[in-house]
């Protein structure tokens, strides 16, 4: 079982006993046999004491796999995987842009920022371009509309 559980406090700490109700979740499924795993997912801080308590709460359960991966750890992967900060734009409330976006990328987009004007100006309208543009303009428009009605 994943169970993500968000907060919208940068600085938060999450409680074992906001888990109260989770607790007994997990207990129900592995009484029906669907549970022998539980991952919670959270982008607020968790104390070691916490963790401790909410791994033991979650074994008293009949879970025999928990885990705890808290905001530290989804900023520790974010920084350590340069594919995964590709999709930061998409991901809110994992840290300052500037502290997750490459030195290199960050170069690369001023240069070509600043050959904008020129590039604009030599830029001539297709139909392939506007053909391309209007693509990507409905992809766009679909997939958020698929992620609204997630």
């Not at 006993?17 to 795993?37: M, P």
């Amino acid at each position: 079982m994943l169970q993500c559980k968000h907060t919208k406090k940068a600085d938060a700490t999450l409680a074992p006993s906001e888990l109260e109700d989770e607790f007994d979740k997990a207990g129900a499924l592995v009484k029906r046999g669907v549970c022998g795993t539980y991952v919670l997912l959270t982008n607020a801080r968790v104390t070691g004491t916490s963790e401790e308590e909410i791994r033991r709460r979650l074994s008293a359960c009949g879970v025999a796999h928990p885990l705890v991966l808290d905001g530290q750890w989804l900023s520790d992967m974010i920084a350590t995987h340069r594919m995964l900060r590709m999709f930061v734009p998409r991901v809110y409330g994992l840290g300052d842009l500037s502290q997750i976006l490459d030195e290199r990328a960050y170069a690369q987009t001023s240069v070509l920022m600043a050959s904008a004007p020129e590039q604009v100006a030599t830029f001539v309208v297709t139909g392939a371009y506007r053909k391309a543009s209007t693509v990507l303009a409905q992809g766009a428009g679909h997939h958020r509309h698929c992620l609204h009605s997630a």
